[in-house]
């Protein structure tokens, strides 16, 4: 399985970026995709999961109903729409796959990841 992450980039407060993941190999025996963010010097956080048919979504509470995960299976791609951004969004995020849900929220949960697209938000 291979993940290439895309769309991050500099924007200021309160602005919005989608970002997305394009997946390929051996994705129909993974699961679920999900985002995580590492900021300098912190650990790789949670952001947001989404099961293979799309029917459950997960978020971290500092990021619920500001931002959106779907999926287009068709397109083996996963995008995470980020509205409202704030200064502390501010991370390399990461997508990831896993083989199960059962600890969506745990990143030693997920076995392949990409290679990280940064988000920088300005006040």
């Known amino acids: 399985v291979q993940l290439q992450a895309s769309g991050g980039g500099l924007v200021q407060a309160g602005d919005s970026l989608r970002l997305s993941c394009a997946a390929s190999g051996r994705t129909s025996s993974r699961y679920i995709m999900g985002w995580f963010r590492q900021a300098p010097g912190k650990e790789r956080d949670f952001v947001a999961a989404?099961?293979?048919?799309?029917?459950?979504?997960y978020y971290a509470d500092s990021v619920r109903s500001r931002f959106t995960i779907s999926r287009d299976n068709a397109k083996n791609t996963v995008y995470l729409q980020m509205n409202s951004l704030k200064p502390e969004d501010t991370a390399v995020y990461y997508c990831?796959?896993?083989?199960?849900?059962?600890?969506?929220?745990?990143?030693?949960?997920?076995?392949?990841w990409g290679q990280g697209t940064q988000v920088t938000v300005s006040s």
């Open positions: 989404i099961t293979r048919s799309g029917g459950s979504t």
């Open positions: 990831a796959v896993a083989p199960y849900s059962g600890y969506y929220y745990l990143a030693s949960s997920y076995d392949y």
